[in-house]
């Protein structure tokens, strides 16, 4: 409707130009013969359009002199207004003209043989995303649908980037509407489509126009195969809406994969990759049990919340290291209520401001605590001083929005870090002062120690939506845990590794397991330290120490080439296990990491039922040796899926 509004009132606009123009041409040769004067009038009203009207403004001046009547003035004014909008009506047209011919180039030029990408909605966040995409050849064509008015200018420059601009409200449109729209959006030659629009609600909306699944009713758009929807989302409370709409695929393909965005997530994650949370302790010769994480953070937002939960999976980096989060809020009565609501009293024991894991669901210590303090206040700082002084700090998150208070806290925390460990690294949120942010990753003096979380406009880009090697490693993750091939020593099953489509197999699991396996490949950033570091401390050379667990001859598994075969019974192998010191350590490792990422979601020890979000492995990993000793050997997949690669160099 917007976008129909300008169109109809410079036609309109034009239509009175030409009116009043032969009006006064009629008036201005009435001596005429009939025939010349015809002439006359229609080329003064066609030269008005092009710049040159046959009458001037001079002209007029003079006739209505020598003849001023109150019809003639009336007139006159309105044609010399018209002699200016006229021209512009002119200059607009062919405006338009250039633009849909643009349009019509990047069409052709492109054809069907591109890869489309459709972009719902256009705001801040998908600017950034087109600013920062490095890949404008011919061969990608995208695609924006937005329900918001553009101006001229705006669709121009993204025609001219490669970008179409379709303005439209899908969620409003009548059925035959959106099929016309989709067809000229290529939607069923798009490999990805992208859900960014602000509101999560109407990107689930949104995700409702495409063909779930085969059954899923023929009035829903079909997409082609291995077609990804990314779908922005960052409400809890609708991204477990979107998941059990999504799961009522689970054990059979979904017609796309899905992916859901949460763009504190992804500032969080790269911010612990790129400083990850045992920085304080590189160089050094802290045994990984001794590794304490103390973190600190200012702010219990959307970032503050991310820092502390996925802590709670990358802050683990032994079986026994402790991990102490203390979150600092001024609104913390309220928040920490908002919060904790997310975890279960199965996996947490919930103190007047504190939660703490409990001892019977994973080994180790997570304890997290939370101080109502006010950052511009004294008793902020003493806080952190007494807590500094029963604890040193290892880490900071500061996710206060006020610039000014986030920078001046962190200053003062850093000097308080400097009284305990050396090189804490304090993180910053500064997406609102590009300049101050520029100086503080410039200071190699007073703010050495002082580091920035990168931006959404930095974070979220195109490529990193559409090819995240998260996304990669989590598939290989899934597809090892599924199809690897285990057999123990007395199994006459199969011997060889499973050759399904990890595609296919992504697309059929719910989006819990997904983002389990995300977890993982999040972890595997840490393990790449952690694993080397537990064969030193072990003793033991690493690839030798791999050849001798999993070998040919493994102690614990034979490898095939196909598959591994374990050597002997569960039980055996289980028994050999705890005579391993390095598998062992590593094995109860992944295992307390799972049980605490499972516990940071949700979810609790009990019978499996994944709509209660319960499951009977979140328990030490002593009591799991005991009840359940053949889940024991999927705690080694890291140490397999490394022995694979180490095999096929």
């Not at 976008?3 to 008036?27: M, N, W």
């Not at 993982?520 to 080397?532: N, R, T």
């Amino acid at each position: 409707m917007n976008k129909k509004k300008p169109h109809r009132f410079l036609l309109l606009l034009a239509v009175a130009s030409f009116l009043i123009a032969t009006v006064q041409g009629i008036i201005y040769y009435s001596g005429y013969d009939t025939f010349f004067k015809t002439l006359l009038v229609l080329q003064n009203s066609i030269n008005a359009f092009g710049f040159k009207a046959s009458i001037t403004i001079k002209d007029v001046v003079a006739f209505i002199n020598k003849d001023p009547g109150t019809y003639k003035i009336a007139v006159s004014y309105a044609y010399c207004i018209a002699v200016f909008t006229a021209p512009y009506c002119t200059v607009s047209f062919v405006y338009k003209f250039l633009e849909r011919v643009l349009r019509l180039f990047i069409g052709f030029r492109r054809g069907k043989n591109c890869d489309h990408i459709l972009i719902f909605g256009y705001n801040n966040d998908v600017r950034a995303m087109l600013k920062n995409r490095s890949d404008k050849g011919a061969k990608t064509c995208i695609h924006i649908i937005t329900a918001e008015a553009m101006s001229h200018e705006e669709v121009y420059r993204l025609n001219k980037n490669g970008c179409m601009v379709h303005n439209a409200d899908l969620l409003k449109a009548e059925a035959a509407e959106i099929g016309e729209i989709m067809s000229k959006c290529c939607v069923r030659l798009a490999s990805s489509i992208i859900l960014f629009e602000d509101s999560s609600i109407r990107n689930f909306s949104l995700l409702q126009l495409f063909r779930l699944s085969e059954d899923n009713g023929s009035g829903s758009i079909q997409l082609r195969h291995g077609t990804k929807i990314s779908c922005r989302c960052d409400d809890e409370g609708i991204s477990r809406l979107i998941a059990g709409y999504y799961n009522k695929t689970a054990g059979k393909e979904a017609c796309y994969d899905l992916e859901l965005i949460d763009l504190a997530e992804m500032q969080i994650h790269k911010m612990y990759s790129d400083v990850p949370l045992y920085s304080v302790y590189k160089g050094t010769d802290t045994p990984l049990k001794e590794q304490t994480v103390h973190l600190f953070v200012a702010g219990l937002g959307r970032l503050g919340q991310q820092a502390v939960l996925q802590a709670m999976n990358l802050g683990v980096l032994h079986e026994q290291n402790r991990i102490v989060i203390d979150v600092f809020d001024s609104d913390m009565d309220n928040k920490f209520q908002v919060f904790a609501k997310q975890f279960s009293e199965g996996s947490f024991s919930f103190g007047k401001n504190s939660m703490t894991l409990r001892s019977d669901t994973a080994d180790g210590e997570l304890t997290v605590n939370f101080f109502k303090a006010n950052a511009k206040h004294r008793d902020f700082y003493d806080t952190v001083r007494s807590r500094n002084s029963d604890l040193p700090y290892t880490y900071a998150v500061i996710t206060l929005e006020n610039v000014d208070l986030a920078v001046s806290c962190a200053m003062q925390v850093s000097e308080i870090f400097a009284s305990g460990l050396r090189g804490v690294p304090v993180l910053v949120r500064m997406d609102s002062d590009r300049r101050l942010a520029g100086y503080i990753s410039s200071d190699s003096d007073d703010l050495r120690d002082i580091r920035l979380i990168d931006d959404r406009s930095v974070v979220i880009t195109l490529e990193m939506i559409l090819n995240r090697t998260i996304d990669s490693r989590a598939k290989e993750y899934n597809h090892l845990y599924n199809n690897i091939a285990i057999i123990t020593g007395d199994d006459s099953g199969s011997t060889s590794n499973s050759n399904a489509d990890p595609e296919k197999e992504w697309n059929s699991i719910r989006l819990f397991r997904r983002s389990s396996s995300k977890a993982a490949a999040y972890h595997d950033e840490v393990k790449d330290m952690l694993i080397p570091a537990l064969a030193r401390e072990n003793g033991v050379q690493l690839e030798a120490q791999l050849e001798h667990l999993l070998g040919e001859n493994g102690t614990l598994m034979k490898y095939t080439g196909n598959a591994w075969r374990m050597n002997g019974t569960e039980l055996e192998v289980i028994e050999k296990l705890k005579n391993e010191p390095f598998a062992y350590e590593l094995a109860a490792l992944e295992h307390r990491r799972w049980c605490c990422y499972m516990a940071s979601i949700g979810w609790q020890c009990g019978k499996r039922d994944d709509r209660l979000r319960h499951n009977p492995c979140m328990v030490t990993q002593e009591k799991l040796i005991e009840i359940m000793p053949e889940m024991c050997k999927y705690d080694l997949m890291s140490l397999m899926a490394r022995y694979r690669t180490m095999r096929s160099k």
